[in-house]
């Protein structure tokens, strides 16, 4: 799979006050890169392309784009 | 070595192992949550007359009984669907918390081995025909050797795309949900309710199913590729609008594969149930039946493999066969009326439920509602109609 080029200093900042681990965004995710160990969402950014569909389905608003300080 | 590791104790993969191990097998089930059934991600709504067939009712686990349906257009059109006869609920709201506990336990009862707190992460082949399932407990890494791995680890499924069967959902394929147990809210605890339209619920529904006189589960799902705001947003516009009293007791989020029937939930070793395997309906979303009847064949094909000795896919396919025959046809059949009814504007679905408004459809069925819209609306329908009569 053709992986785009992404961002340096971007990745998918998790909110954990909204996140109501329901693991919709795992069954999107085309690249693997999500995991939902019970109640704790991890993302690995060296796999997550930002592609952002994780962040469309979540039904909580709990994902978004941020800048890595 | 065990004979099958079913990964996943929703209702697929518990009844999977009880079938497997009623049959004598040698049955491993491994559930990634400390607590089977938590957090709940359902409205709990189920046929009566299907869920009977699975297992045996007991009270513990149903919250609720309803006698029919009550459906809404956008306009406020009222379609009812209801056994006019007291006493002939139609279907069940369930407990889950209960009820997927109850399924594990007669798992465990019929002989199955069981492991909580405990994720598959990987698989590998052997070359003695099995396959070595790689699962973490608790932090602590390990493998056990199976001859056969049932995969019914849910929406968030991994075991398909580990055995090479692509079953990522795209954002036309998947309701995002979200659903508040609300209480202190008045409604007709006799029927479920179901609200559509475009501008409330684009691609989805909101729904209302009683879990006793004064509290329902009350939730809403949407096409991510549709919607213009999140579920959320949607359905607290909604509850505002017409329940503004009630309290939200429990919030449930959770997302319901809608793709339809997928070409084949089998690969060497291995066989998806339930929605790992993307068996919920298109249409209602419903999926705790066809998990249950997925999982029961699976367990039944599993039994003839090991007695044979063969796990092949192409000897697995009895089990693509079984389920696609069955739920599969229904399956299918829901895609193509999902897609038409995904065409549809407002002023069509007023258009349609006010054809059939005013009389009981003395059924609660999609087959039923359809039916009786062709016989109203034949130009309007008429690509369908051969799947429906
Ligand atoms: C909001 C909402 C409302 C719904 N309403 C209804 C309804 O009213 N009626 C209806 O029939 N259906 C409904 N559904 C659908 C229904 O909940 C599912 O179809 C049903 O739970 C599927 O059962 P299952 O056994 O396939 O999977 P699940 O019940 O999802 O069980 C999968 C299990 O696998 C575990 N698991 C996942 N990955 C791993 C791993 N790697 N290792 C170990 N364990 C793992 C999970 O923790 C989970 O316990 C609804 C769904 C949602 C989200
Ligand atoms: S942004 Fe795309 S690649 Fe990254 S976790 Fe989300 S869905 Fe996966
Ligand atoms: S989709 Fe949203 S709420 Fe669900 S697990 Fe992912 S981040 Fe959490």
Not at chain 1, 28 to 39: R, S
Not at chain 2, 175 to 184: D, K, P, T, V
Not at chain 2, 325 to 354: P, S
């Amino acid at each position: 799979m053709a992986r785009r080029r992404k961002p340096e200093k971007e990745k998918i900042f998790i909110n954990r006050f909204r996140c109501a681990y329901c693991g919709a965004c795992v069954a999107v995710c085309k690249f693997n890169a999500n995991e939902l160990i019970e109640t704790f969402l991890i993302i690995d950014d060296e796999k997550c392309t930002l592609c952002k569909t994780c962040i469309k389905v979540c039904p909580m608003n709990a994902l978004e784009i941020k800048e890595v300080a | 070595m065990y004979d099958v590791v079913v990964v996943g104790a929703g209702p697929g993969g518990s009844t999977a192992a009880r079938i497997a191990a009623e049959k004598g097998l040698n049955v491993l089930l491994v559930e990634k949550r400390q607590e089977v059934g938590t957090p709940v991600r359902c409205a709990e709504g189920v046929s009566k007359e299907a869920i009977e067939k699975f297992v045996e009712i007991d009270r513990k686990w149903i919250a609720a009984e309803v006698t029919g349906a009550k459906i809404y257009a956008p306009d406020g059109t009222e379609i009812v669907m209801a056994e006019e006869m007291a006493g002939n609920e139609v279907g069940y709201v369930l407990e889950r918390k209960v009820f997927d506990r109850h399924l594990a336990r007669l798992a465990v009862r019929a002989g199955a081995d069981m492991i909580v707190k405990t994720t598959a992460t990987g698989m590998k082949k052997k070359e003695n025909g099995a396959v070595e399932v790689f699962l973490r407990k608790m932090g602590e890494e390990f493998t056990v050797d199976a001859k056969i791995v049932i995969g019914a680890d849910g929406v968030e499924s991994r075991i398909g795309k580990l055995a090479g069967i692509d079953t990522t959902l795209k954002l036309g394929e998947i309701e995002s949900c979200i659903q508040y147990l609300m209480a202190g809210i008045e409604f007709d605890p006799e029927y479920c309710y179901f609200w559509l339209g475009n501008e409330i619920a684009p691609g989805g529904y909101i729904w209302l199913f009683p879990k006793g006189k004064d509290a329902a589960n009350f939730g809403i799902g949407v096409l991510p590729s549709m919607a213009k705001k999140k579920p959320k947003d949607y359905l607290d516009d909604f509850v505002a609008k017409n329940f503004g009293s009630g309290e939200i007791v429990e919030v449930v989020a959770g997302g319901v594969p809608v793709k339809g029937p997928i070409e084949t939930a089998v690969a060497d070793n291995v066989m998806l149930v339930g929605d790992a395997a993307r068996h919920a309906d298109p249409i209602t979303g419903g999926g705790i039946v066809n998990a249950m009847k997925a999982g029961f064949f699976a367990g039944s094909v599993a039994a003839e493999a090991v007695e044979r000795k063969d796990y092949s896919a192409r000897f697995l396919r009895k089990y693509d066969e079984l389920w696609m025959n069955d739920f599969g046809k229904t399956l299918h059949r829901n895609k193509i009326l999902q897609q038409k009814l995904l065409k549809m504007d407002d002023k069509t679905l007023n258009k349609l439920a006010k054809s059939i408004a005013g009389y009981n459809l003395k059924e609660m069925s999609v087959r039923r509602i359809v039916m009786e819209l062709i016989k109203h609306n034949p130009r309007l329908l008429w690509d369908i109609k051969d799947l429906f009569i």
